[in-house]
Structure formats: structure tokens, C-alpha cells
């Protein structure tokens, strides 16, 4: 199926859509502020070692140093075996015998800084390519442990023939069980060379410099998203389309040709309504074309989707509706988990269906769409209960997880107390109040949904309440709080 890329970027902030039959399939977002430095190759400086926390601290041109454990120095394995850093059989060499002031070491880093704590290092250099990741210290070939163990000998011994004897370690990934040789050969010479480019920096540059920065987004899109299937990626930056088509020409020369710039008057992204479309990604409800729909909804341990017939009685009888709803639904679905980024467990509750042959029917098709997910996808039967059950590889964050945040007033339950459970909760807490303290006079701060609920239906409640306590409450609308929040302040 013919694919389109279209890329927007703006200084703060990279979205890529992938658009397929003109609807919007994928959509990727990076932000400038937020890129991490995971993956970063730097020169660093040695500017203190530890002994007492067998640590040391590397300084790399950040605000602060960088932290390298004596676990995380690299050693290399007699006789080709996995790169471990400190073998379980063999005791640890401290790490003052390893490293010492002022030593330029070539450090990679393992974990992001975190409020006060620098950012943690390892001497263990890896570089991930798309269906591959190159250790360039090592000689080890592996292959992913979640890759059937039945594939994997056939697997490391097609690498090992394409590899040949230029040296260097590489593991395959997950995603990589179904590649050809040819995207396996282009993933080995982009790495050999993004390798020499570091070893090359690395002589000529300085203590505490950047030799190599994990690819930006725009540049992730010519290695993992540009497939036989892309016609065309369309970038609305002309800086960027030439540093792009720069990019291709020296590591992926099959991509450049297919680099467009964009020069319409409207936003790139305004030609398939990709906005609505994210817009919509948001919401629980998906409509589907025959007016059935589908209710998505995430949490923290799977993602459940419900199929709704709604308003549609198209066909011949109510068999017919239910079939052709949930096959609707099956296309809607693979394409929802995609834009989405849906990842974990997930449970699909089709409408029942009677016929064996209508499910049988609707898992096919369900199988079929997940099939063009470039994520790993696992795709059970209907269960007893007639629910779906499948996994989806979990890569990055969800797109709602990466552009919202839970609500401040419902806490991220999607719902709030109604206004009357509110009021009853702070005319409890008042007697709870009074039982213990004896002020002047009571005054409840609140919402004005709240204290308008309190000057009217329940001002009775309130005036008996009073007269129990023998206290005054006075009442202070506050427009910043949300429904469910007051405070009962003692004056």
C-alpha cells in the first residue's frame, strides 16, 4: 500500500504524519526542549575518582558531571563471548586501577540527568541503527532473546555471512526477524560509517565534546519510516529539507530521491486534516462511516476498545449490521492502536456475533490490518467471553500520554463528585471540625457551583448546622478551584 510522509517543523517542536489512502496512519512528535541525551557519545574529561563509591565522575561539557560506575566500564570477553561489562564470575577491577585524573575517555550515556543527579555513563559504546544495533567494541553477533529461539541460530548465521570479517559486534532487534538481506546490508554500512565518523571526531576534537548525537526525528523518518511502499516525504522547512537530503545522500542514498520541499501556501499538515484527525486521536469516541463507533479507553495496565452498532440499520438483518460493524471496526481499530501508539495488553470487544464464519471472518481482517503495523503485534481468538485479546509492542509514549496531562479538578479519574457530594463533604467536615477546635467562626472556600448549592437548595442544611455547632459560616467563592476542591478555614 502507497504511503505519504509529510513533515512539519517548526524550531520548538518536529511532527511527522505517515498517511496511507489519504488518512493519516502514524503520527510522530519531538519536541526541541525535550529531546533526552540517552545515546549521546561524548569525550569526556576525567575529573575526579571515587574509590570509596568505586565511581567517577567524567566531566562532558554539561553543567554537571557525569557519573561512570565501575560496572559500567567495558571490558572486552575472551573468545567472542556477549558483551557483559563485569562478568558475574569475576570479581570487579577497582576502578581506580581503570581510570584516573584528567584521562580523555570516549563515554556514552546509559541514563538522562535527573534534578540534582548528573547524568550516568557507561565506556561501552553502542549505536542503533534500524534493524540492528552495532557494538563496535565487540565481536559478539546476537540476536534479540524475544525472537523465537527456533529462528535464532538461522538469524545469527545470516548476520555472521553478511557482517563477514570487518569486525565489530552487532545484536538484531525484535522488529528485524522479517528483514530482507538487502535492509540488513544498508543497516551494517550506515553503522560502519557512523562508527568511523565518531573515531574520526574523537582524534581531532577535544576533551569534553559531543561526537555523537542520537538522530533527530527528522532524520529517525529516512531510517525507520521510509519503506518500498513511500512515494514521497514532503518537509515544509527549506533549511531542514537540505540538511535532510544531505543526511540521505551520504547514509541512505535510496531515501533522497524521494525528498520533496513544500511549498504550498497552506500548512502542510491542512491537506489531510491532520489536526482534526489528532484532535479526534484524543477523545474516547471514535464514529465510524456506517454509524456504528468505538469507545478507546487507556489505563495504566491495558487499553480496552468497545464496538458500538449505534444509529446503523443498513443491512438486511441484524446479523448483517453486527458483521459489517465489526469489520468496519477491525480497520478502524489496527488504525486507532497506530496513531494512537496504543502499546501493553490490549482487549478488543467486538460485537457478539452468532456465526462462527462472521467471526472467523472479522479476525482475518482484524489480522490482515495489524499486519501493516510496523510494530509488533500479537492477535489471539475471541475468548468464552467473545473478547479479543492482543498485544502491541510498546516503543515510545503514547500519543496522549506525550501531548496531554491528567485533568487538575478529576485527577486523571474523568470524573468529578457531583456538586451536591461536595457540598455534604464540607458540611461533614465542618462537624468533624468543630468537635475538635472552637473558633470564632467557620468560613468554607469553594468552588461558586458549590456556594451557589450552599446559598440556595441546602442554605436550610447549612443554617441547621449552625445553630447545632453555635457558630457562624460564612461562605467565599473562589473561581481558581476546581468542583471537588475547598478548604474549611477556622477563623
Known amino acids: 500500500m502507497q504511503q505519504d510522509i509529510l513533515i512539519n517543523w517548526?524550531?520548538?517542536?518536529?511532527?511527522?504524519?505517515?498517511?496511507?489512502?489519504?488518512?493519516?496512519?502514524?503520527?510522530?512528535?519531538?519536541?526541541?526542549?525535550?529531546?533526552?541525551?540517552?545515546?549521546?557519545?561524548?569525550?569526556?574529561?576525567?575529573?575526579?575518582?571515587?574509590?570509596?563509591?568505586?565511581?567517577?565522575?567524567?566531566?562532558?561539557?554539561?553543567?554537571?558531571?557525569?557519573?561512570?560506575?565501575?560496572?559500567?566500564v567495558w571490558h572486552r570477553q575472551p573468545e567472542g563471548e556477549p558483551p557483559q561489562v563485569a562478568r558475574s564470575t569475576?570479581?570487579?577491577?577497582?576502578?581506580?586501577?581503570?581510570?584516573?585524573?584528567?584521562?580523555?575517555?570516549?563515554?556514552?550515556?546509559?541514563?538522562?540527568?535527573?534534578?540534582?543527579?548528573?547524568?550516568?555513563l557507561s565506556t561501552q559504546i553502542s549505536i542503533a541503527g534500524r534493524h540492528l544495533v552495532f557494538l563496535p567494541q565487540d565481536d559478539h553477533i546476537g540476536v534479540s532473546q524475544k525472537i523465537p529461539t527456533e529462528q535464532r541460530d538461522a538469524l545469527r548465521q545470516r548476520l555472521q555471512n553478511l557482517v563477514g570479517d570487518q569486525g565489530?559486534?552487532?545484536?538484531?532487534?525484535?522488529?528485524?526477524?522479517?528483514?530482507?538481506?538487502?535492509?540488513?546490508g544498508e543497516d551494517i554500512a550506515y553503522l560502519r560509517k557512523t562508527w568511523a565518523r565518531i573515531k574520526d571526531a574523537s582524534v581531532k576534537l577535544p576533551a569534553q565534546s559531543l561526537l555523537h548525537q542520537d538522530l533527530t526525528l527528522l532524520q529517525r523518518v529516512l531510517r525507520d519510516l521510509v519503506s518500498e511502499?513511500?512515494?514521497?516525504?514532503?518537509i515544509d522547512s527549506k533549511e531542514q529539507f537540505e540538511m535532510l537530503s544531505q543526511f540521505a545522500k551520504?547514509?541512505?542514498?535510496?531515501?533522497?530521491?524521494?525528498?520533496?520541499?513544500?511549498?504550498?501556501?497552506?500548512?502542510?499538515?491542512?491537506?489531510?486534516?491532520?489536526?482534526?484527525?489528532?484532535?479526534?486521536?484524543?477523545?474516547?469516541?471514535?464514529?465510524?462511516?456506517?454509524?456504528?463507533?468505538?469507545?478507546?479507553?487507556?489505563?495504566?495496565?491495558?487499553?480496552?476498545?468497545?464496538?458500538?452498532?449505534?444509529?446503523?440499520?443498513?443491512?438486511?438483518?441484524?446479523?448483517?449490521?453486527?458483521?459489517k460493524t465489526n469489520l468496519e471496526a477491525a480497520h478502524a481499530i489496527a488504525r486507532q492502536l497506530r496513531l494512537r501508539n496504543l502499546g501493553g495488553i490490549i482487549i478488543v470487544d467486538f460485537i457478539d456475533m452468532s456465526r462462527d464464519e462472521h467471526q472467523a471472518a472479522v479476525l482475518d481482517e482484524f489480522k490482515k490490518q495489524l499486519a501493516r503495523d510496523r510494530v509488533k503485534t500479537m492477535a489471539g481468538g475471541f475468548s468464552q467471553l467473545g473478547l479479543l485479546e492482543m498485544t502491541r509492542k510498546r516503543t515510545r509514549e503514547s500519543l496522549s500520554h506525550m501531548l496531554c496531562e491528567p485533568?487538575?479538578?478529576?485527577?486523571?479519574?474523568?470524573?468529578?463528585?457531583?456538586?451536591?457530594?461536595?457540598?455534604?463533604?464540607i458540611l461533614r467536615e465542618i462537624l468533624r471540625e468543630a468537635r475538635q477546635f472552637n473558633p470564632r467562626e467557620f468560613r468554607v472556600v469553594a468552588a461558586p457551583s458549590v456556594i451557589e448549592l450552599l446559598l440556595d437548595e441546602e442554605s436550610q442544611h447549612l443554617a441547621a448546622l449552625s445553630d447545632f455547632i453555635a457558630k457562624p459560616i460564612s461562605l467565599q467563592s473562589e473561581t481558581a478551584m476546581g468542583q471537588e476542591q475547598y478548604d474549611v478555614v477556622l477563623l
Open 90 to 120: 569475576q570479581p570487579l577491577i577497582p576502578i581506580e586501577k581503570q581510570v584516573f585524573e584528567g584521562q580523555a575517555l570516549m563515554v556514552q550515556v546509559i541514563k538522562d540527568p535527573i534534578g540534582t543527579k548528573g547524568a550516568r
Open 168 to 184: 565489530g559486534g552487532f545484536i538484531l532487534r525484535t522488529n528485524a526477524e522479517d528483514s530482507t538481506d538487502a535492509e540488513l
Open 407 to 425: 485533568c487538575p479538578s478529576c485527577e486523571g479519574k474523568g470524573i468529578v463528585k457531583t456538586t451536591r457530594t461536595v457540598v455534604y463533604d
Open 229 to 234: 511502499a513511500t512515494q514521497t516525504i514532503r
Open 250 to 323: 551520504e547514509y541512505m542514498p535510496a531515501s533522497s530521491a524521494r525528498l520533496q520541499l513544500y511549498k504550498g501556501e497552506r500548512p502542510i499538515f491542512d491537506l489531510y486534516a491532520i489536526d482534526e484527525e489528532v484532535a479526534k486521536a484524543l477523545g474516547r469516541r471514535v464514529d465510524l462511516k456506517s454509524g456504528g463507533y468505538l469507545i478507546i479507553d487507556q489505563t495504566e495496565a491495558l487499553t480496552t476498545v468497545d464496538v458500538n452498532t449505534g444509529g446503523y440499520v443498513g443491512a438486511r438483518n441484524f446479523d448483517d449490521t453486527i458483521f
Open 10 to 72: 517548526s524550531p520548538q517542536e518536529t511532527r511527522v504524519a505517515v498517511v496511507e489512502q489519504g488518512a493519516v496512519q502514524e503520527l510522530h512528535v519531538e519536541r526541541t526542549l525535550e529531546r533526552g541525551l540517552v545515546g549521546n557519545v561524548y569525550l569526556g574529561k576525567v575529573a575526579r575518582v571515587l574509590p570509596g563509591m568505586q565511581s567517577a565522575f567524567i566531566d562532558i561539557g554539561l553543567e554537571r558531571a557525569a557519573f561512570l560506575h565501575v560496572a559500567d
